[in-house]
């Protein structure tokens, strides 16, 4: 089954703790992206990734950090956590024919806390 | 603020028709897309503009006008499951590739 998966779905943390939500992909797209979703804002772009090891901030980026080692692999790490980045957090993976990003395909969200 | 404006809910009954429009002051976008995000679930794909006009998916069509600066996506026959929120995005080239931007999004609710 055609499918991003993230890990894990929810998380409890304290400030200042490292953690690292991992994001896979079995559709072979190059493209890859980390969101976050807070009430009213929608869902903004932390990284993206058009491929193996080119990545580029979002418009949130601060606090975060990623890497693409793999085509199918593409974790959100944060180094130390604040609780202003408790929020629900998506991966989304995208083939990317032409020059357009078009049809997404979405995990199912990991639920982030920070205390 | 966001740069692409969607109204924060609307309200329709079943079997009725509804838009849902998003005005934006980007230029030089690849296209408009839309995605459904219904409570507790992560965001579906709809469709995408990448030139002006309409495009129709059943009874989902969603329209651009770059002159106009503004798309809509149109629901019709609307059905109970289609209460959800609902969102536009675009994409723009960016450093290293496309850099994707989405609207506030917009709460439909679907009455009986």
């Known amino acids: 089954e055609a499918q991003v998966t993230q890990n894990p779905r929810y998380l409890i943390t304290v400030t200042g703790k490292k953690l690292t939500v991992t994001c896979s992909q079995n559709m072979n797209h190059e493209y890859m992206s980390w969101y976050r979703q807070d009430p009213g804002l929608g869902l903004r772009q932390i990284y993206y990734s058009m491929n193996v090891e080119v990545t580029d901030k979002g418009d949130v980026p601060e606090g975060y950090k990623v890497s693409r080692k793999e085509k199918r692999n593409f974790p959100l790490i944060l180094e130390s956590p604040s609780p202003n980045q408790t929020s629900l957090y998506f991966c989304a993976s995208s083939l990317t024919p032409g020059q357009g990003i078009a049809e997404q395909y979405f995990g199912p969200g990991t639920r982030l806390t920070v205390t | 603020g966001q740069s692409l404006e969607q109204p924060s809910e609307v309200t329709a009954v079943e079997g009725a028709i509804v838009q849902i429009n998003c005005t934006y002051q980007?230029?030089?976008?690849?296209?408009l897309s839309w995605y459904q995000q219904h409570d507790g679930g992560a965001p579906t794909f709809l469709s995408y503009?990448?030139?002006?006009g309409l495009e129709e998916t059943g009874r989902f069509s969603s329209f651009l006008s770059r002159s106009d600066s503004y798309g809509y996506l149109l629901l019709q026959e609307l059905q109970m499951k289609d209460s959800a929120s609902y969102f536009c995005?675009?994409?723009?080239?960016?450093?290293?590739?496309?850099?994707?931007?989405f609207g506030g999004g917009t709460r439909l609710m679907v009455k009986p």
């Open positions: 503009n990448a030139l002006d």
């Open positions: 995005a675009h994409d723009q080239p960016d450093n290293a590739g496309n850099m994707l931007t």
């Open positions: 980007t230029s030089g976008f690849y296209g």
